[in-house]
């Protein structure tokens, strides 16, 4: 059984940074293709960063791209999520997900195994 577990979150003023880890235990992180969510009070989960086994490919939401930064240690079995210049429409929960292949609807909640219980995330203006 995977179990992923988020961490890092906090409040932070506008043009803050943050970075949240998610720590994976049960099986390395290495066989996982990594992604991180944010769901904002009476929104729906969206995307914002994904990232391929090995870190050779990332993916971003457009809001985020040039400011955000996914990375993965494999060795820790760790992946992060490095926020910079924060804005106070970055608030939300914040949930790592994983799942074992890559899939080309990376940003669809649905086709991940396996999610944390999320961390909180809130950027004061």
């Known amino acids: 059984q995977v179990q992923l577990v988020e961490s890092g979150g906090g409040l932070v003023q506008a043009g803050g940074s943050l970075r949240l880890s998610c720590a994976v235990s049960?099986?390395?992180?290495?066989?996982?293709?990594m992604g991180w969510f944010r769901q904002a009070p009476g929104k729906d989960r969206e995307f914002v960063a994904a990232?391929?086994?090995?870190?050779?490919?990332?993916y971003y939401e457009a809001s985020v791209k040039g400011r955000f930064t996914i990375s993965r240690d494999n060795a820790k079995n760790t992946v992060y999520l490095q926020m910079n210049s924060l804005k106070p429409e970055d608030t939300a929960v914040y949930y790592c997900?994983?799942?074992?292949?890559?899939?080309?609807?990376?940003?669809?909640?649905?086709?991940?195994?396996?999610w944390g219980q999320g961390t909180q995330v809130t950027v004061s203006s």
């Open positions: 997900a994983a799942r074992v292949n890559y899939d080309s609807d990376y940003a669809r909640p649905r086709i991940y195994d396996y």
């Open positions: 049960g099986r390395t992180v290495s066989r996982y293709f």
């Open positions: 990232i391929m086994t090995y870190g050779v490919s990332t």
